[in-house]
């Protein structure tokens, strides 16, 4: 299925006594790219929810923000630095000392300098975090794949469309390019009777002359092959796998074609449909950047 490199998607659940949020967003890119916003503490998770992605994810600039709020407490183990409160101390009575202030025990000053004291906490269970995680990343994930399938159908729908003009187009290039070859050996031979006169004129130079004018101006090769695109076009947008790239390329192609066919023509009514042609090119061109 099409899938557009736009997408947003956000879930948010209770597991493990941890409440996760998770979104993620994304915009157009040539390549996947992936980063992550995570609580402190939690930097492991980046790497695991660039890999989970990207299991679904080919293509875009796809951002991750996750919240953690832990509802269990963890208690934590403090001690004291025996050696840095002592010195806090011992400066405390010399300031007394030196200028007469009233000598007490300073609790509150000595609390005051959290430097003296360390707590640790146990280490993280990372597999259970990690696992709490994942399936509010999997909602969010689900979300954000369905709106980018829904963005795709519409974006195929346009393309398509555009196709089918490009295609009614070349219809009437294919049908006109003969008539510009047998109007051009009329007005030929309108030239030369009223050039010669009454003199004859050489039919079989008239007919070589016809010949060399339709062979310069013959585009039908280039309208086969630009059918042959758009069928390979519709066969895309019916495959599995993320066809952006491979659009991109064939899109050119196309263009190509309408060059060519508008650099051949000489007659001002198939040119205005090549630059329908290209016009829609363009519109092409741009939708499918946004395509995975």
């Known amino acids: 299925m099409i899938k557009s490199m736009t997408g947003y998607g956000r879930a948010a659940g209770i597991a493990d006594g941890m409440t996760v949020t998770v979104e993620i967003k994304s915009v157009n890119h040539r390549f996947y790219e992936f980063s992550a916003r995570v609580p402190r503490g939690y930097s492991f998770l980046e790497e695991k929810l660039k890999s989970f992605v990207q299991q679904r994810v080919s293509r875009g600039k796809v951002e991750c923000f996750v919240q953690i709020e832990n509802e269990e407490t963890q208690d934590g183990v403090v001690s004291i630095n025996e050696s840095l409160a002592a010195g806090y101390y011992a400066a405390i009575q010399q300031l007394c000392e030196t200028y007469g202030l009233k000598a007490s025990d300073n609790v509150e000053l000595l609390a005051s300098h959290p430097d003296i004291f360390n707590v640790k906490k146990p280490p993280a269970d990372e597999d259970k975090i990690w696992n709490a995680v994942r399936g509010v990343a999997q909602e969010a994930l689900d979300s954000f794949i369905r709106m980018r399938q829904i963005e795709g159908e519409k974006l195929k729908a346009d393309v398509l469309s555009r196709a089918q003009a490009i295609l009614d187009d070349v219809s009437f290039v294919e049908a006109r390019s003969p008539q510009t070859v047998m109007e051009y050996n009329e ?100 939708q499918i950047q946004n395509i995975e």
Not at 229 to 242: G, R, S, T
């Open 187 to 286: 007005k030929l031979k309108a030239r030369l009777k009223e050039l010669l006169g009454d003199a004859a004129v050489d039919e079989q130079r008239l007919l070589t002359e016809a010949a060399i004018y339709a062979d310069k101006i013959a585009v039908a090769e280039e309208t086969v092959r630009l059918r042959s695109h758009i069928d390979q076009l519709h066969a895309f947008f019916e495959a599995a796998e993320p066809v952006g790239r491979k659009l991109d390329f064939l899109v050119q192609e196309i263009n190509r074609e309408a060059n060519t066919i508008g650099s051949k023509a000489s007659d001002i009514d198939i040119a205005k449909h090549v630059i329908n042609i290209k016009s829609e090119v363009e519109k092409i061109r741009e």
